[in-house]
């Protein structure tokens, strides 16, 4: 993949992300939204600067715990890292929590803007904070 089509997704994103989005808390009768894949961008600046990252989120099922997978694209997809998990859980305040590894998760909260779907939140890698938006496809 190369720069120019991560650029115009990011750009896409953006432009999407534009529009007017309501949180929907998550509530456990609608875990069989998450079923399916998750596609956008995930943001984290490290100190040699910011990334912007294709990120593709599979989930399996649509019972606790979700099950599936995040494929992150780095540095223009010069490297390509999957992350599976089995931990999906829903948080008291209603996100979408997963452990990805030791020192890697991501909390997310669910949109829906006009017909499309969207999760929004944080992803911590170490000690960087940085943001993931994703779409359902």
Known sequence: MNKNVILLLSLFIF???????VKIPILSNDL????????????????RGPTNDLTIL???????PLKGKIVIFYQGASDI?????ENGQITPDGN?????AEDTRV???LYKQGEKLKLLGNYSVKLQEGKL?????
């Open 81 to 85: 890292r999957e992350y599976p998990f």
């Open 58 to 64: 599979e989930i399996f099922n649509d019972t606790i």
């Open 96 to 100: 979408l929590a997963i452990q990805l």
């Open 15 to 21: 432009l999407v992300s534009c529009a007017t989005a």
């Open 32 to 47: 069989s939204l998450f079923k399916g894949t998750w596609e956008g961008v995930r943001q984290v600046t490290y100190v």
């Open 107 to 109: 909390n997310l909260s």
């Open 133 to 137: 938006e994703l779409y359902k496809k």
